[in-house]
C-alpha cells in the first residue's frame, strides 16, 4: 500500500513539474508573439519591450532586469507584511507556519532563476519568429497581425493558467501582484488592474519622453488587459479539475 501511494505521489509530481514548465513555455510563446503582432504588448511587459526599444537593448534581457526589480520589491513588500503582523500578534504569529521568513523569502528568490530560464525562452521564440506585417499597411497585413494577437492572447492565458495552477514558483509578473494584493489586503483581480495600467503607464511615458511616441502600447494592449483573464477563466473551467487530480493539486481554482 505504501509503495503504491509512493508510485502515485511520484507520478503526480512528475505531472506537475510538466504542467508547470509546459506553461511556462506556452506563456514565453505567447507573450512573444504578443510583440511579433504589432498592435500593442501585454501591459506586464510593456515596460521591459517599451525600454529594450528606446534603449536598443535586447528584450529578455531587459525583461530579466525587470523582474528582478519585481523580485526585490516583492521581498520587501513580504518583509513588511510580516513585520506588522508578528508586531500585532506577538510570538505566537512568528511561530506560525504561514509567515515562516525564511520559507518566504526563499520563494521570492527562487524566482530569480526561474526568470533567467523563462526570460531565455522569450530570446529563443524572439529569434525565431518574423515579425508579422513588417512595413505593411494593407488590410490583409492588419487581419493577419490581429489574428496573430488573439493566438498570442490564448496562449499567455493557458500558460499563465497551467503555470499559477501547479503552485509551484510564480512568475516575478504574477508574484508582485499577488505581494501587493496581500499588503494592500486587496483583491488580486483589483491589484492586478492597478498593476497593468501602473505598467501601461510608465510604458507611455517611456515613449512620449524618450522617442517621441508609443512604443508598445496600443491596442493589442488594451485586448490583452481584457482577454488574458477571460482566456485563464475558459481554460480553467474545461481542464482544471483533470489537470489537478493528475497533478494533486486539489485547492480552489484560481483566477477567473
Do not use: W
Not at 518574423?130 to 489574428?147: A, C, D, H, I, K
Not at 480553467?236 to 493528475?246: I, Q, R, S, V, W
Amino acid at each position: 500500500m505504501t509503495t503504491g501511494k509512493t508510485s502515485e505521489g511520484r507520478k503526480q509530481l512528475g505531472f506537475r513539474i510538466f504542467f508547470y514548465v509546459a506553461g511556462l513555455l506556452i506563456l514565453a510563446l505567447g507573450l512573444t508573439l504578443n510583440t511579433k503582432a504589432g498592435l500593442g504588448v501585454s501591459a506586464i511587459i510593456s515596460v521591459s519591450y517599451s525600454l529594450s526599444v528606446v534603449m536598443g537593448k535586447n528584450f529578455g534581457d531587459m525583461t530579466f532586469v525587470i523582474y528582478g526589480v519585481f523580485v526585490l520589491i516583492e521581498i520587501i513588500l513580504h518583509m513588511v507584511r510580516i513585520s506588522r503582523y508578528e508586531s500585532m500578534e506577538g510570538q505566537a504569529l512568528k511561530n506560525a507556519g504561514r509567515t515562516d521568513r525564511r520559507l518566504v523569502l526563499l520563494m521570492d528568490v527562487l524566482q530569480l532563476p526561474l526568470s533567467l530560464v523563462f526570460t531565455r525562452f522569450l530570446n529563443v521564440f524572439s529569434d525565431y519568429i518574423p515579425q508579422f506585417g513588417e512595413g505593411e499597411n494593407t488590410p490583409g497585413s492588419y487581419v493577419l497581425r490581429l489574428l496573430v494577437l488573439i493566438v498570442a492572447i490564448i496562449l499567455t492565458g493557458i500558460g499563465a493558467a497551467m503555470s499559477l495552477n501547479m503552485r509551484i514558483i510564480p512568475n516575478p509578473g504574477d508574484g508582485i501582484v499577488q505581494a501587493i494584493a496581500d499588503c494592500a489586503h486587496k483583491s488580486v483581480g483589483f491589484t492586478k488592474n492597478c498593476f497593468d495600467l501602473l505598467n501601461i503607464t510608465i510604458s507611455t511615458l517611456v515613449g512620449l519622453l524618450l522617442a517621441g511616441g508609443l512604443v508598445g502600447v496600443g491596442i493589442g494592449t488594451v485586448l490583452a488587459v481584457i482577454g488574458v483573464g477571460r482566456s485563464i477563466a475558459v481554460f480553467n473551467h474545461f481542464t482544471y479539475e483533470k489537470m489537478a487530480e493528475l497533478s494533486g493539486v486539489q485547492e480552489a481554482k484560481g483566477q477567473g
